[in-house]
C-alpha cells in the first residue's frame, strides 16, 4: 500500500470517529468513558498522520 492511500485510509478513519464523537455527544445517553475512548482514538489517528506526513517531508 502506497503510503498517500494509507494517508488516505487514517483520514477517512478520523473523519468517521469525528462524526460518531459529535453524535456520541449529542446523544444524552453516551458516557463519559465513550467519549473519552472515542476522543483517545481520535487523537491518536491525528498523531499517525502527522507523523507519517512529517516523515514524508524528510
Given at each position: 500500500m502506497s503510503l498517500q492511500a494509507h494517508l488516505g485510509e487514517?483520514?477517512?478513519k478520523h473523519r468517521a470517529l469525528e462524526a460518531e464523537l459529535?453524535?456520541?455527544m449529542n446523544h444524552p445517553a453516551s458516557t463519559d468513558a465513550e467519549i473519552a475512548e472515542l476522543k483517545r482514538k481520535k487523537l491518536r489517528l491525528k498523531d499517525e498522520i502527522s507523523r507519517l506526513e512529517h516523515q514524508h517531508a524528510a
Open positions: 487514517l483520514y477517512a459529535a453524535e456520541a
